[in-house]
Nanobody
Framework: QVQFVESGGGLVEPGGSLRLSCAAS????????MGWFRQGPGNQRDLVAT???????NYGEAVKGRFTISRDNAKTAVYLQMNILKPEDTAVYLC?????????WGQGTQVTVSS
């Protein structure tokens, strides 16, 4: 099992920035892939970004060029720098880990972009 501590969500105006953090703990280390998905009012989970242990990244089309994912393997933490935020970025952002064909999900942190 793995447990996540997510932080950094909140209310921000359009055009603003936020930085999300997720620290993982548990018994499945090292974790192959970590990242973020988001879940809007329709409850669909959309890819935001993932990063492998080797540093290979993958971004959802909606966030390319605005969001940057990074990872600290020593701390088993993943970060998401979100810039030029838009109202359509409003969602619950879920921390994600994938290891040995098993997916793990955090509880999520709310991000609201509104004036």
């Amino acid at each position: 099992q793995v447990q996540f501590v997510e932080s950094g969500g909140g209310l921000v105006e359009p055009g603003g920035s936020l930085r999300l953090s997720c620290a993982a703990s548990g018994s499945i280390f090292p974790i192959d892939t970590m990242g973020w998905f988001r879940q809007g009012p329709g409850n669909q989970r959309d890819l935001v970004a993932t990063i492998t242990r080797a540093g290979r990244t993958n971004y959802g089309e909606a966030v390319k060029g605005r969001f940057t994912i990074s990872r600290d393997n020593a701390k088993t933490a993943v970060y998401l720098q979100m810039n030029i935020l838009k109202p359509e970025d409003t969602a619950v952002y879920l921390c994600y880990a994938y290891n040995r064909r098993v997916e793990y999900w955090g509880q999520g942190t709310q991000v609201t972009v509104s004036s």
